[in-house]
């Protein structure tokens, strides 16, 4: 499934336009990169949280070469997968 699928869903469950529904979705995903990107923690109950993390800095290597390389320490977006949600994957 895409954005485009999720927006048809949408669209025909709550009786909405394509248009309408696909700006909805779009300021949902906005506003949880916004946040996130802002240190805030969007936690939506039964689904999961987004948060960004602080990834250290570390080693690795260049896969063609071998060659070793710093990575330098960055700050990563994370996803934290709900009990609902967990628990209607691991029961199908």
């Known amino acids: 499934m895409n954005k485009k699928d999720l927006v048809e869903i949408v669209a025909k469950k709550r ?11 779009t300021t949902i995903l906005e506003t949880i990169i916004k ?10 109950v ?7 993390r602080e990834r250290q800095a570390r080693e690795g290597r260049n896969p063609k ?8 320490a960055s ?7 709900g009990k609902f949600f967990k628990d209607k994957v691991s029961n199908t």
Request: aromatic content about 6%; overall charge negative.
């Open 75 to 81: 700050r990563v977006p994370t996803f934290s997968v």
């Open 65 to 72: 070469t071998g060659e070793r390389l710093q990575i330098p």
């Open 15 to 25: 009786n909405l336009t394509k248009k309408e529904s696909e700006e909805i979705i």
């Open 46 to 52: 039964g689904f999961g949280s987004f948060e960004a």
């Open 35 to 44: 946040t996130v990107s802002e240190g805030e923690k969007v936690t939506l």
